[in-house]
T-cell receptor, first 114, second 113 residues
């Protein structure tokens, strides 16, 4: 079954305690991306990756890091989380060929930073 | 001014109505236009994907892009209660590969039985 998995699904942490949210896809997609979703602001892209070792900033990259060492995994790292990073986070992977796009989103990770 | 503007709604329509959802944008570099549906407490799902201007139809859904007006629309025919969700538009430039994607804030749709 084609899927994007994220872990953990829910996380409560404290300011400054480093955390990693994992994202994994089983479809061999080249493109992966991280988003955060906040009420009234919609989805905003944090980072994206066009392939292994190729990453770039989205609209709201401050306070986040990513790495893409393997095609299937794209972890999101918060080195020193702050309360304004409390949000719902989604990972996605995509495949685009011949004018058609296939895309899958993960189930989301709800993060609360105290 | 936001790059992508979308009326948040909510929009309530009776079952069977034609629904029109719209977004405007300011960045002329946008070439790829997407519509997503998001049910409550779920991740978004890609509904429609179009490149440049024109119409694209998929079942009850039609996506329309007017680049001259910087305006995109999603039409839902014969709307059903199961169409009740938040609809997000999204756009990205064309570089021959993937680039940044910018989303609208979403329009909440309720289809009343």
């Amino acid at each position: 079954e084609a899927q994007v998995t994220q872990n953990p699904r829910y996380l409560i942490t404290v300011t400054g305690k480093k955390l990693t949210v994992t994202c994994s896809q089983n479809m061999n997609h080249e493109y992966m991306s991280w988003y955060r979703q906040d009420p009234g602001l919609g989805l905003r892209q944090i980072y994206y990756s066009m392939n292994v070792e190729v990453t770039d900033k989205g609209d709201v990259p401050e306070g986040y890091k990513v790495s893409r060492k393997e095609k299937r995994n794209f972890p999101l790292i918060l080195e020193s989380p702050s309360p304004n990073q409390t949000s719902l986070y989604f990972c996605a992977s995509s495949f685009r060929r011949g004018g058609q796009e296939t895309q899958y989103f993960g189930p989301g990770t709800r993060l609360l930073v105290l | 001014q936001k790059e992508v503007e979308q009326d948040p709604g909510p929009l309530s329509v009776p079952e069977g109505a034609i629904v029109s959802l719209n977004c405007t944008y300011s960045n002329s570099a946008f070439q790829y236009f997407m519509w997503y549906r998001q049910y409550s407490r779920k991740g978004p799902e890609l509904l429609m994907y179009t490149y440049s201007s024109g119409n694209k139809e998929d079942g009850r859904f039609t996506a329309q892009v007017d680049k001259s007006s910087k305006y995109i629309s999603l039409f839902i025919r014969d709307s059903q209660p199961s169409d009740s969700a938040t609809y997000l538009c999204a756009m990205s430039p064309n570089s021959g590969g993937y680039q940044k994607v910018t989303f609208g804030t979403g329009t909440k749709l309720q289809v009343i039985p």
